[in-house]
């Protein structure tokens, strides 16, 4: 069993930052990918960014290189870095463990993780 707990949402005017971290814990050696992913009221849940578990990172296009995601393998914590940030970033946002290979090119669709965390809420005010 794998669990994943996020942390450090809030509140930030647009162009500021936040840093969301993901604890995981349990045999976290099953998550070959672990990603974000948010979902705003009324979206579809949407990729942010994965790491695989070579270290191999990839980005939602729209994000333009605002985002930058980390993964501490000693202290198995996974960690997104946003900086100006927009008021379309409001959503909550979920940390994803996958137990499974996938090819590259799926890694930011959510149906391939299986394991969730209870989100952390975003919200951007402009």
């Known amino acids: 069993q794998v669990q994943v707990v996020e942390s450090g949402g809030g509140s930030v005017q647009a162009g500021g930052s936040l840093r969301l971290s993901c604890a995981a814990s349990?045999?976290?050696?099953?998550?070959?990918?672990m990603g974000w992913f948010r979902q705003a009221p009324g979206t579809e849940r949407e990729g942010v960014a994965t790491?695989?578990?070579?270290?191999?990172?990839s980005y939602a296009d729209s994000l333009q290189g605002r985002f930058t995601i980390s993964k501490d393998n000693a202290e198995n914590t996974l960690i997104l870095q946003m900086n100006s940030l927009k008021p379309e970033d409001t959503a909550m946002y979920y940390c994803?463990?996958?137990?499974?290979?996938?090819?590259?090119?799926?890694?930011?669709?959510?149906?391939?993780?299986?394991?969730w965390g209870q989100g952390t809420q975003v919200t951007v005010s402009s």
């Open positions: 994803a463990c996958a137990t499974a290979r996938w090819p590259d090119g799926l890694l930011l669709h959510a149906g391939i993780y299986d394991v």
């Open positions: 790491v695989n578990s070579g270290g191999r990172t």
């Open positions: 349990g045999y976290t050696y099953r998550c070959y990918h």
